[in-house]
């Protein structure tokens, strides 16, 4: 069914490809860009109003938060895959089925990994070499964090549903009520009664409260996945298992990246304190181009899964195509004025002209060829979204992940010890990501195509 005024379903498999997936991807985007502005609140209002041990308590916990939401957000994938195929075959029996499992995983594991992870957020934060004078805060900071898990989880599949029926935009009016209360409990908190890292965190669980009640609410209201009920969630065993197989190494593969980039700091960590802010800088400025790539990685997906649900294999290639026209030509334009406006925009985080300049090679290098990251992204996507998530997992570990740590490791020496060698490795992983996905993914469109 095409979206109307009374239903925000979106049915992808029929209608004008640009017109459907430009009317998918404009949420998915605002999502993104809107999730970035509120983590920057929390710091910024920490920074301003808190105490400068209490920003970096906020901040430290990055790498550890980073981590636990790139696999829940993996799972998440699994979930949206199925019920994209399911939606888009018109199965409603198992869209349902789906739909319950789901929700009662999110539930179960969002309980269990709190009661495990909670108690242990002290060792966590000793493996990463947290400061001992922001410690104590760190630790009641992410445990705080942590026991919000359940409603995360809810949050993110219940999301994930409803993107795989072509629903974006309840999930980003959500997300824009959770944040606009994060921020004013951020300011009531720190401002009003004096609260540290433990004010901002209280309010990040309140908001995930409420933006995981409200996406619960929507699925019991919505026919297509058969009026949830709280009594009929189950963990059935194939759901589970679908879930598993496509979520897993969705998550495995975000936390990969982290592993990289990890890697990729240590060797800009040895050129010094300017190097490292003015890579931190750029990184920053990275994130709006980059919002780009993540929103129309997840329309990838949802446009695969359901049209593979509904046999439309070349669809699925033209969606593909598109998707990755829409994508490098705004990135392209991003980069762009990213990269003209850079110094300035550089400036703004720390006027040092050396650490503006270290931050301009990374711009010029990274950020201004953005666009090649979108089309490894759509592939990327649409391999998931056909169920062939493990191999695309195992492509971009080797040549995103493997490659630049190979890189750093082996190339980066001598005279080209520098920080441009180092920035090279992104543009470099992402072509043959690219040669490697496309040849993978025309592979599977043609497989798919003889089986009908």
């Known amino acids: ?103 009662a995983m999110s539930i179960g594991c969002g309980i269990v990994l709190a009661l495990v992870l909670v108690p242990c957020a002290r060792i966590f934060l000793r493996w990463m070499n947290t400061p001992e004078s922001i ?97 009929e969630l189950r963990f059935d065993p194939l759901m589970v298992s679908g879930i598993l197989r496509v979520g897993i190494p969705s998550g495995l593969q975000s936390s990969c990246f982290g592993l990289s980039n990890m890697m990729i700091q240590t060797a800009v960590n040895s050129f010094g304190a300017l ?52 994508s490098v030509s705004l990135m392209m334009i991003l980069g762009g004025m990213t990269v003209y406006w850079g110094r300035e925009l550089l400036a703004i985080y720390n006027d040092n002209s050396a650490v503006v300049a270290l931050g301009f090679q990374r711009l010029v290098i990274v950020v201004a060829p953005y666009g090649i990251c979108g089309i490894m992204d759509v592939l990327s996507g649409a391999l998931r979204g056909m169920k062939h998530s493990m191999v695309a997992f195992i492509l971009t570990l080797f040549f995103v992940c493997v490659f630049r740590i190979l890189w750093v490791r082996f190339v980066c020496v001598g005279d080209y010890h520098s920080i441009r060698a180092i920035m090279w490795s992104y543009p470099i992983s992402w072509i043959l990501a690219i040669f490697a996905l496309g040849a993978y993914f025309l592979h599977v469109i043609h497989k798919e195509q003889r089986l009908l």
């Not at 944040?179 to 965190?201: E, I, P």
């Not at 309010?203 to 009026?227: D, H, N």
């Open 275 to 326: 190097a490292v802010a003015g890579c931190a800088a750029s990184s920053s400025l990275e994130g709006l181009t980059h919002s780009v790539s993540f929103s129309f990685f997840q329309v990838s997906i949802s446009f695969a899964g359901q049209n593979l649900g509904a046999g439309k294999i070349q669809r699925i290639l033209k969606g593909a195509l598109t998707c990755m026209v829409l």
């Open 135 to 231: 410690l104590e805060m760190a630790v009641l900071y992410v445990r705080i964090y942590l026991s919000s898990l359940p409603f995360i989880l809810i949050y993110n599949f219940g999301s994930a549903i409803l993107r795989a029926i072509g629903d974006t935009k309840r999930p980003m009016y959500y997300l824009t009520i959770g944040g606009v209360v994060n921020v004013f409990l951020n300011l009531f908190f720190v401002v009003k009664l004096h609260m540290q890292a433990d004010g901002v965190a209280w309010a990040t669980f309140i908001s995930q409260v409420i933006a995981a009640t409200l996406v619960w609410i929507t699925l019991r209201k919505v026919p297509e996945v058969g009026f949830l009920r709280t009594h």
């Open 1 to 103: 069914m095409a979206a109307n005024s009374k239903s925000h379903v979106l049915d992808l498999t029929d209608g004008p490809l640009l017109r459907r997936i430009v009317a998918f991807a404009i949420p998915c985007l605002l999502s993104t860009l809107l999730q970035l502005t509120f983590n920057a609140a929390d710091m910024v209002v920490v920074g301003r109003y808190g105490s400068a041990e209490a920003m970096g308590a906020v901040g430290s916990t990055g790498p550890l938060i980073h981590l636990q939401i790139c696999l829940f957000m993996g799972l998440a994938i699994g979930a949206n895959v199925l019920a994209a195929n399911f939606f888009g075959a018109k199965d409603w029996k198992r869209l349902h089925l789906v739909t319950q499992t789901a929700m």
